[in-house]
């Protein structure tokens, strides 16, 4: 595959940003706290599915402290209906934990303090600092995995190899908000089974085949 120039690439983008100006993550949250633990409950669980179950959670507890305060037990009544809720409990009630002792309470604006949080990994560090903190980092979930492949701006075996390669092809004017326009993308038209070629404003810069 013969990966874009820069000036489709930048034809891309300028597609997005006309149709989207402004993106933002479909997740529901009020501070970096709740969009944190937002982030966390997302892995392997739909945004929709998410912002059900905080939005009656986030009412209630919306700082370390109050989450400390409701406890595992209330707090995985909150979030049951999402997948792996067990394991996302504690390790919400552990982060907790670690942002009072080691962050006086705050979410870290930093890539390596983020990691090293119960449950946060490199996706969810990425999400927390771009939508949070307007850093312009890729969260590379399976969405701009697909996206950014299937269009030729990389050419990358698995999304961890991804956010790196991504950064360095894609212009630095476009780097905050091309997170969202890739995922908005990959969610609603470049889908991974059938994919909207016919009514899809890119297809001409894109290098997937066949379209339909």
């Not at 009544?77 to 552990?94: A, M």
């Not at 870290?108 to 949070?132: Q, R, W, Y």
Request: aromatic letters at 8%; one cysteine or more.
């Amino acid at each position: 595959m013969t990966l874009l120039s820069t000036t489709t690439i930048n034809k891309i983008f300028s597609y997005f940003a006309a149709q989207n100006p402004e993106p933002k993550t479909e997740l529901n949250y009020t501070n970096h706290f709740t969009l944190l633990v937002a982030v966390v409950l997302s892995a392997q669980a739909t945004d929709v599915g998410v912002n059900k179950a905080t939005k009656s959670l986030f009412e209630v507890a919306d700082t370390p402290q109050k989450m400390l305060a409701l406890g595992l037990g209330k707090l995985k009544n909150y979030v049951k209906t999402i997948g792996l809720y067990n394991t996302k409990s504690e390790n919400i009630i552990k982060l907790c934990q670690q942002l009072i002792e080691k962050h006086h309470g705050q979410v870290p604006e930093d890539f390596d303090a983020l990691v090293k949080l119960p449950g946060v990994g490199i996706k969810t560090a990425n999400v927390v600092l771009n939508c949070g903190f307007g850093h312009p980092t890729i969260a590379v979930d399976t969405h701009v995995f697909r996206v950014s492949n299937r269009l030729g701006i990389v050419n990358t075996s698995s999304p961890d190899a991804t956010g790196k390669p991504l950064l360095d092809r894609i212009p630095k004017k476009w780097q905050t908000h091309a997170h969202h326009w890739l995922i908005l993308h990959g969610r609603y038209i470049c889908k991974a089974r059938k994919p909207l070629c016919s009514t899809c404003g890119i297809s001409q810069w894109c290098q997937f085949q066949p379209k339909q």
